[in-house]
């Protein structure tokens, strides 16, 4: 009789586990906006372009076939503070996802109490001191668990998941940043080098100009006016250098920090001076779809609009009741030998309810802040998807400009420096002026930095639409320093 009193009271519990396990969770489902875009890139050349691969935008450094700069971009993903700090985020996030998920499950714990207490003489009047003495004993486990018949922990659940999906593309938005960055920082610094050796050397040959001219002076052939002349072109080209090396030194101390050290710590390993890595080939972006599919950013915006929606599904179920499963299992005595005794023990099995039908106008606030979040975040989402087409656009126009440029002025610096050496050689037989002397080096210089310049943006062009494209996430994750717990 006894264990079919018991079956028969499993009936209510069971009822409602089953009820708990069918119900449907408030709150509107996510569905992935619609991000209509064009077929193709606009600025996106269809000849001669190169499709990417997965594998290869994850690495694309590595195709500048420069060595010292594959070292200090594996470098700066082990070591970057700020890929770290995204690191840090993203174990929070898993953290606290993690932590959500009991949430499901009922939650279990201990306890125990003992206790020694005598009562007053005024409390128990007419006893003795030992017969106010009293002692007792306890302990049990207990365990409560809230019935989501309404969806209150799936939607958190669901929301804390997106909030960990959004962390994870942010750590691979910062890694596609920092590796643009590295790469950009030190190809600009190589072009940069070039610009001060084309001053420096230009500035030799214009000081052997002004020899030339300081021993026409000196034999009675040539003019101060002319060596004035010489001497003020030298002057304004050695006053590039300055400037450029100042501009060396800065993009040298950039590297070194985006590696993890202090700015001067490169400085003996980047000096020495190096070519311009090779221009790649024009690279083929695929379709606008493929894009968003990659960008990190994009996903880290889809994700928080989809937490985002989640809450409101958790401040929605604020409308409805919340039944909470409550049970002890435990014992008590007064005395310790008897705690675990035949007939010491306790127990308590309660359902309980809370609702909020009485405070209505905070949970319709809530639910209004809640959905005004979720308008928020899907305005920034578009906003995202938008100027991720309007970045890869802008850097497909600058890269394939930047090709053009660079053919022409590679042209005039071949041509440039060859009419400066003709025009060396006819002052020296008499057939040309200082003046054609003198503008031919002017020439030559400016043609030969511009040059120079040009190849740089080239590049920086092509690490561009890499860096847009989402190349540079190769799921290498910095590495977990250990905190120190004092």
């Not at 509107?28 to 600025?43: G, H, K, L, N, Y």
């Not at 995204?86 to 714990?109: E, G, H, I, K, M």
């Not at 070194?256 to 400085?267: C, E, K, Q, Y």
């Amino acid at each position: 009789m006894h264990k079919f009193i018991l079956r028969q009271s499993r009936w209510p519990v069971l009822s409602l586990l089953a009820l708990a396990l069918s119900a449907c969770a408030v709150g509107p489902d996510f569905v992935r906006p619609d991000t209509p875009a064009a077929a193709a890139f606009a600025r996106a050349e269809t000849t001669a372009s190169v499709a990417a691969s997965s594998a290869e935008l994850a690495e694309f450094w590595r195709s500048f076939g420069d060595a010292q700069l594959s070292t200090l971009v594996d470098e700066a993903l082990a070591n970057n503070h700020d890929l770290k700090i995204a690191l840090a985020r993203y174990d929070q996030a898993n953290a606290l996802l993690r932590a959500s998920r009991f949430d499901r499950f009922p939650t279990v714990t201990a306890s125990a109490d003992a206790r020694d207490s005598r009562a007053s003489a005024d409390q128990a009047p007419g006893l003795t001191r030992s017969q106010r003495d009293a002692e007792s004993y306890s302990a049990g486990i207990n365990a409560s668990w809230e019935l989501d018949l309404f969806g209150r922990v799936r939607r958190g659940n669901e929301s804390s998941r997106a909030d960990a999906a959004a962390s994870a593309a942010d750590l691979q938005a910062v890694q596609v940043s920092v590796v643009g960055e590295v790469a950009r920082t030190y190809v600009e610094l190589r072009g940069l080098q070039q610009r001060l050796r084309v001053a420096q050397e230009n500035a030799d040959n214009q000081r052997e100009t002004l020899r030339l001219v300081d021993a026409r002076l000196h034999a009675g052939r040539g003019t101060e006016f002319d060596s004035a002349r010489v001497r003020a072109q030298l002057e304004v080209t050695q006053s590039r250098v300055p400037a450029l090396q100042a501009e060396v030194a800065v993009a040298m101390h950039r590297l070194a920090v985006l590696s993890g050290r202090t700015p001067d710590a490169l400085i003996a390993a980047l000096e020495p001076v190096r070519a311009l890595p090779a221009l790649p080939a024009p690279l083929d972006p695929g379709t606008p779809g493929d894009l968003l599919r990659r960008r990190p950013d994009v996903a880290a915006a889809e994700q928080r609009l989809h937490a985002a929606t989640a809450r409101i599904g958790v401040a929605a179920a604020d409308l409805f009741p919340r039944f909470t499963l409550a049970g002890l299992l435990g014992t008590q005595a007064i005395t310790g030998g008897n705690l675990f005794q035949r007939d010491s023990e306790t127990r308590v099995v309660a359902l309980g309810v809370d609702w909020s039908f009485l405070d209505l106008g905070r949970v319709n606030a809530r639910i209004a802040a809640a959905d005004a979040a979720a308008e928020g975040e899907l305005a920034r989402y578009r906003q995202t998807v938008l100027l991720a087409l309007e970045e890869t656009e802008n850097a497909l126009v600058r890269y394939g400009h930047a090709r053009s440029e660079d053919a022409h002025l590679d042209r005039a610096a071949a041509d440039s420096t060859e009419a400066a050496r003709l025009a060396r050689v006819r002052f020296d037989a008499g057939a040309a002026d200082l003046l054609d002397v003198l503008d031919a080096e002017r020439t030559q210089l400016q043609a030969q930095d511009a040059f120079a310049d040009a190849r740089t943006r080239s590049i920086v062009g092509a690490i561009a639409v890499y860096k847009a494209l989402a190349g540079g996430w190769s799921g290498q994750l910095p590495q977990r320093e250990p905190v120190a717990v004092r």
